[in-house]
């Protein structure tokens, strides 16, 4: 999903509550595993310079391991001179 800022982090913390009540709820389901912070690390700002990923803050290891993998995925992909080649020729 891209969205701007205010609307993208309401939808994480609403899928970070649906985690947290039914992990309480002792619902073990690989689908709401997708919401726990820590698996998916964090999520890239786009439309910068350079990889910027935004954590939690009460990351720990895991998250700060998938933060750092996904941001050497978006410098393997080239995924910012993508969008640069892309809206260079929207343009």
Same mark, same amino acid.
């Given at each position: ?16 509550? *649906? ?6 709820? @002792? ?6 595993? +997708?919401? /726990?912070?820590?698996?998916? =690390? ?15 803050? *009460? ?6 391991? @998938? ?6 995925? +978006?410098? /393997?992909?080239?995924?910012? =001179? ?10």
């Amino acid at each position: 999903m891209v969205c701007e800022g205010y609307t993208g982090n309401i939808i994480l913390k609403l899928a970070e509550s *649906i985690h947290g009540l039914v992990q309480r709820r @002792n619902v073990h389901d690989e689908f709401f595993d +997708m919401f /726990e912070f820590e698996q998916y =690390g964090g999520v890239p700002v786009l439309g910068v310079n350079k990889p910027v990923i935004i954590g939690h803050g *009460i990351s720990h290891g895991k998250a700060f391991m @998938n933060m750092i993998n996904i941001a050497q995925k +978006m410098i /393997e992909k080239d995924v910012v =001179g993508k969008i640069r080649e892309q809206l260079a020729v929207g343009s």
